[in-house]
């Protein structure tokens, strides 16, 4: 999919804005302070319904307006599809192809969008939430019964956590074990077979991304391996209830990487670390389009400046071979960049346009 324009009204220093995109790769220049991880913010909004820089929607809204307007045509056959999000008095509405939504995860569904920014070594060397949502985006996009089965486990371990704090009583903690135990072991199916499909993509793109590195990936399912779940919760039923939290779970399952059989972060270098995270989400919009036939825009944030020319040159190539839609902010115009381009826009004083 991805999208063929995009529109911006009053969004953070842009008070109108429209862009014609390319389906391909797509530059936009400018520099610090112009205006460029906005225009990135104002798409993850659009696929999101929430900003990757702050927790507060309104704080995008340019200063001294009431809201914001975002509207993209998505590409879809025959006809693109017109999406739009507007932030009025701190409501939020979501339009899709004309009709008003009210889930957010179907915004998703039509324009899915993954993004790579100054965060992105926190894939390799972050907490486990990093490496969970990564496996979250991909099982959500894929696997039809993820959302429902994700959203049921949240809200019995949210139950189960509530008594757990108010009670600590084992009998009533046991009420919400039963849902919490069907839901979980749904999830955690759902997850590995998605994993053990996707593993071969990323283990493939990681090997070609850096030189002469062995890459290991391993699914830790949040509990101990060989024995179920409802065992593992009275295993630890004890702690749960003297610390008023459950402590396993899919909701603490990770991704152990390893690199050379040692762990990741403590094998490569932080450069190497943006490149390892590169070809994993690259490695996973390349799945998600064989799997859906659709395919996802990425969002690539000052990355290209980080990189050293060899590099920068793969991750294009591989971004080529994959054929989604990428669009790449960076500081100054760089010869590798703007020969790879589809689109080249310059973001200068509240203002963006193609030049390319
Ligand atoms: N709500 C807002 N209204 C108006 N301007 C804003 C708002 N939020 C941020 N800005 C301004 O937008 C500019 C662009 O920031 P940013 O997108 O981070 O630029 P870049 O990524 O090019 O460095 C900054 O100068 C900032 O002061
Ligand atoms: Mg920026």
Not at 95 to 114: C, E, H, R, T, W
Not at 158 to 183: F, P
Not at 213 to 230: K, L, T
Not at 347 to 356: A, F, P, S
């Amino acid at each position: 999919m991805g999208l063929q324009s995009l529109s911006l009204r009053q969004f953070r220093c842009f008070a109108a804005v429209d862009l014609n995109l390319s389906p391909h790769l797509n530059v936009i220049e400018g520099k610090n302070a112009s205006g460029k991880t906005s225009i990135l913010e104002a798409l993850y909004i659009l696929s999101r319904g929430r900003s990757f820089r702050t927790a507060h929607l309104d704080a995008t809204v340019q200063q001294g307006c009431a809201g914001f307007l975002l509207t993209a045509q998505a590409i879809s056959q025959p006809l693109p599809m017109e999406i739009s999000l507007a932030r009025q008095d701190g409501h939020l509405e979501v339009n899709i192809a004309g009709k008003v939504v009210k889930g957010l995860n179907q915004l998703a569904s039509v324009f899915p969008v993954q993004l790579l920014d100054g965060q992105a070594n926190q894939l390799i060397n972050g907490g486990p939430k990093y490496r969970r949502q990564f496996l979250d985006w991909g099982t959500f996009h894929v696997e039809r019964r993820f959302y429902r089965t994700w959203h049921s486990y949240r809200q019995a371990l949210r139950q189960r956590n509530i008594l757990l704090k108010a009670t600590r009583s084992g009998a009533e903690v046991a009420v919400w074990d039963v849902e919490l135990v069907k839901h979980g072991e749904e999830l955690s199916e759902i997850r590995q077979r998605y994993f053990q499909d996707l593993c071969p993509h990323v283990l493939e793109f990681a090997e070609q991304s850096l030189d002469s590195v062995s890459v290991s990936v391993e699914y830790r399912r949040g509990w101990p391996m060989g024995i179920p779940f409802a065992e593992a919760l009275q295993m630890w039923a004890k702690k749960d209830r003297e610390f008023g939290v459950t402590h396993i779970g899919p909701h603490r399952a990770d991704i152990v990487i390893r690199v050379n059989g040692q762990p990741a972060q403590n094998a490569i270098s932080r450069g190497q670390e943006k490149v390892l995270a590169a070809a994993f989400l690259l490695a996973q919009a390349d799945f998600y389009q064989r799997e859906s036939g659709l395919s996802c825009t990425l969002l690539v944030d000052d990355l290209a400046a980080e990189l050293d020319t060899d590099h920068l040159k793969r991750l294009l190539q591989r971004i080529d071979e994959v054929g989604t839609q990428v669009i790449m902010t960076a500081i100054e115009s760089l010869d590798t960049l703007n020969e790879a381009a589809g689109a080249v826009f310059h973001v200068k004083q509240g203002d963006c346009h193609r030049v390319v």
